[in-house]
T-cell receptor
Framework: DQQVKQNSPSLSVQEGRISILNCDYT??????FLWYKKYPAEGPTFLISISSIKDKNEDGRFTVFLNKSAKHLSLHIVPSQPGDSAVYFC??????????????FGKGTKLSVIP | EAQVTQNPRYLITVTGKKLTVTCSQNMNHEYMSWYRQDPGLGLRQIYY???????DKGDVPEGYKVSRKEKRNFPLILESPSPNQTSLYFC??????????FGPGTRLTVL
């Protein structure tokens, strides 16, 4: 049973346009959500996070939106740059519960930004 | 420099030959974890540790062992590797209230 789902394995976007990466979750106990970015031959690096008490968090070109009723979050990258080309993983944790530092990851979305 | 290191980065071995992948962090983090990444399956957690001498199973622990004798080290042990353990392995660490920092990965091939 996949608790965190990224239904788009890949996404291509023109440089300068908006990239929108989507993530759905099924576990109602999840209350903290993160996006990680991964380049080939490197470990994932933290990008941005959001707590369930918020519906939006912004950091420069990156914004994460959370819709708790729909159990859906999205990552917006504006404007997209070629250096953003990477695999993006959505992750979730239930910080208020036992084992609260365990992250459950989605399968990832490969973003390609075309110059 | 704050970092998580893993060794070796690449390893080719044969079925049944015991191996250890080391993981070390210099950030005094309490929490450490091992993941494997496989095509189409994303990152799946193998084992994690909340502190010294405290370890617990993740989602895919079969065929793996870990130990946490010191805060900075969290080795992953494959007592009898099999071809289905061919994968890309990542170690990660964090404080108990923060995001996880990942190592560079170890690509393991079991023939």
């Amino acid at each position: 049973d996949q608790q965190v789902k990224q239904n788009s394995p890949s996404l291509s976007v023109q440089e300068g346009r908006i990239s929108i990466l989507n993530c759905d979750y099924t576990n109602s106990m999840f209350d903290y959500f993160l996006w990680y970015k991964k380049y080939p031959a490197e470990g994932p690096t933290f990008l941005i996070s959001i707590s369930s008490i918020k519906d939006k968090n912004e950091d420069g070109r990156f914004t994460v939106f959370l819709n708790k009723s729909a159990k859906h979050l999205s990552l917006h990258i504006v404007p997209s740059q070629p250096g953003d080309s990477a695999v993006y993983f959505c992750a979730a944790s239930a910080r208020s519960g036992a084992g609260s530092y365990q992250l459950t990851f989605g399968k990832g979305t490969k973003l390609s930004v075309i110059p | 420099e704050a970092q998580v290191t893993q060794n070796p980065r690449y390893l080719i071995t044969v079925t049944g030959k015991k191996l250890t992948v080391t993981c070390s962090q210099n950030m005094n983090h309490e929490y450490m974890s091992w993941y494997r990444q496989d095509p189409g399956l994303g990152l799946r957690q193998i084992y994690y540790s909340m502190n010294v001498e405290v370890t617990d199973k993740g989602d895919v622990p079969e065929g793996y062992k870990v130990s946490r004798k010191e805060k900075r080290n969290f080795p992953l042990i494959l007592e009898s590797p099999s071809p289905n353990q061919t994968s890309l392995y990542f170690c990660a660490s964090s404080t108990l209230a923060d995001t996880q920092y990942f190592g560079p990965g170890t690509r393991l091939t079991v023939l």
